[in-house]
């Protein structure tokens, strides 16, 4: 298996502007996590699916950010607009059931 | 508040000298306590799952304890490879699959 896949590896944008991140899972596994971190925050879920409905929302920092999985093997995060404290590695993992997570490469974003 | 701690924040071993990592925890109920390694410009890689206090499982140089309070990561021998920053998370009863994240440990062994 590939494991979990996203795309960019990187991305820099400009304050203002729509940033899209994406991600695979891993084929069969029925939990999609979104996590991001920073040096001074580590590691925070913002949201995750649960065959693809969200469970729960409650770590997204503000409505700028939206997530979407419109079928089990593709998610999207979106952040509208971007700001420069969004600057952080974007990662997501998946699992089957609720068990150990596997994590993708992550998507490191910079916005100036 | 659930809270997950990890000590030392970061550790520095020459090779071949065995120590150990610490995670407490204070959660409401224990589902299950996860360790992960993460090498920089990486994503965190899944080593254990501990369930149960006095469960114990290996792999490698690696040994991973738990107790009531508390797990431990136990580290023998260690080799340059070994350097990482080790984290533990902990699943709640309530939390539907959402893991709580400690800081995690930096690990430099050195040769």
């Known amino acids: 298996d590939a494991g979990v896949i996203q795309s960019p590896r990187h991305e820099v944008t400009e304050m203002g502007q729509e940033v899209t991140l994406r991600c695979k899972p891993i084929?069969?596994?029925?939990?999609l996590f979104w996590y991001r971190q920073t040096m001074m925050r580590g590691l925070e879920l913002l949201i995750y699916?649960?065959?693809?409905?969200?469970?729960?929302d409650s770590g997204m920092p503000e409505d700028r950010f939206s997530a979407k999985m419109p079928n089990a093997s593709f998610s999207t995060l979106k952040i509208q607009p971007s700001e420069p404290r969004d600057s952080a590695v974007y990662f997501c993992?998946?699992?089957?059931?609720?068990?150990?997570?596997?994590f993708g490469p992550g998507t490191r974003l910079t916005v100036t | 508040e659930d809270q997950v701690t990890q000590s030392p924040e970061a550790l520095r071993l020459q090779e071949g000298e065995s120590s150990s990592l610490n995670c407490s925890y204070t959660?409401?109920?224990?589902?299950?306590l996860f360790w992960y390694r993460q090498d920089p410009g990486k994503g965190p890689e899944f080593l254990f799952t501990?369930?149960?206090a006095g469960e114990e499982k290996e792999k490698e140089r690696l040994k991973a304890t738990l107790t009531k309070k508390e797990s431990f990561l136990h580290i023998t021998a260690p080799k340059p490879e070994d350097s990482a920053t080790y984290l533990c998370?902990?699943?709640?009863?309530?939390?539907?699959?959402?893991?709580?994240f400690g800081a995690g440990t930096q690990v430099v062994v050195t040769p």
């Open positions: 993992a998946s699992s089957l059931r609720r068990y150990e997570q596997y």
């Open positions: 084929s069969g596994h029925d939990y």
């Open positions: 699916f649960n065959n693809n409905v969200p469970i729960d």
């Open positions: 959660v409401s109920g224990l589902r299950g």
């Open positions: 501990l369930y149960s």
């Open positions: 998370a902990v699943l709640i009863t309530d939390s539907w699959g959402k893991l709580q």
